[in-house]
């Protein structure tokens, strides 16, 4: 695909083929990242195809994906570049024994012992890439603060060799959580999108382009406890992997509807959370109870 202007069409049905279902919202949205070249920040809960989304437009693209995962306490030094102490020791130990001595600071803080992190790796691309900065949420304010320089200015001062710009501006996706609140000039830099639960119909097509080998009465019965199940008070809401990964456990075990052996068999692949399967037997047994008297009127 032509990178430079793919429209929300041209995406759809890029993403479609890669078993993403994208609706026409994220596509334009998607679409004006490329088009634009501004950030998207795709916020919403968690399992909901954020960071799918980014690896689906890199694909798409047919560009590198580079990922930056946030985390507490996470600094600029670690997400821009580290120097490889080690090969820098073996380098001066090296020097010692060959008897050439006088090793200088222009010699050790040279490229060839540069580490590119993340951050650098995406300004060095010769092609744009999809930078994708995964669970900002999770970082800290000064790292933010940071990040919103970057973004404006796409170049990156290394002391030791001086200012490195981009080669091309990469295609930024950031995701959150929104387990803190993000600064509004953050929110100001970006485009935004709110990533929801898909709806049925949606979900249903992502687990038959997922899993195009599923049968249909097992597709929409796991679909609708899915959905069932994020009704209820959840510490951890089953997100969109957990519905394909719950419908691949129920094909391996060759079941054609969701039935309470098989149902407990599984659990472990929807609900991740002790208090959460006791919370919600109640419901799963109502939904095995109806899932059995549909076969039974079906056989």
């Known amino acids: 695909m032509n990178a430079a202007l793919p429209t929300p069409a041209d995406l759809q049905a890029a993403f479609l083929a890669r078993g993403y279902v994208a609706d026409d919202a994220l596509a334009t ?19 909901v195809g954020k960071t799918e989304a980014a690896k689906t437009l890199a694909a798409t693209l047919g560009t590198r994906l580079i990922r930056l995962q946030c985390y507490e306490g996470l600094d600029a030094q670690s997400a821009l570049y580290e120097w490889n102490y080690a090969r820098q020791l073996l380098h001066l130990r090296a020097a010692e024994l060959g008897g050439q001595g006088g090793v200088t600071d222009e010699d050790l803080y040279s490229e060839r012992f540069l580490m590119a992190r993340p951050l650098l790796q995406a300004i060095r691309e010769e092609q744009a890439p999809v930078l994708l900065i995964d669970e900002v949420d999770r970082a800290d304010d000064a790292f933010e603060a940071f990040l919103l320089e970057l973004l404006a200015e796409w170049q990156i001062t290394v002391p ?85 990964d719950w419908a691949a456990a129920l094909v391996s075990l060759h079941a054609d509807h969701l039935d309470a052996p098989g149902i407990r068999a599984t659990l472990g692949a929807v609900l991740k959370l002790r208090e959460d399967q006791l919370l919600a037997a109640p419901t799963l047994q109502g939904l095995a109870a109806q899932a059995a008297a549909g076969h039974q009127s079906g056989a």
């Open 29 to 47: 949205a998607l679409r004006l990242v490329v088009a634009l070249g501004k950030p998207l920040l795709l916020e919403g809960p968690a399992g």
């Open 160 to 244: 030791e060799l001086g200012t490195i710009e981009a080669r091309t501006r990469p295609h930024v996706i950031l995701t959150s959580n929104r387990s803190r609140e993000l600064s509004d000039a953050l929110r100001r830099r970006c485009l935004y999108h709110w990533t929801e639960y898909p709806s049925r119909a949606q979900e249903l097509a992502i687990v038959h382009a997922r899993l195009p080998g599923v049968n249909e009465t097992l597709a929409q019965q796991v679909t609708n406890a899915v959905h069932a199940l994020r009704a209820l008070p959840l510490g951890k809401p089953p997100g969109v992997a957990e519905t394909l």
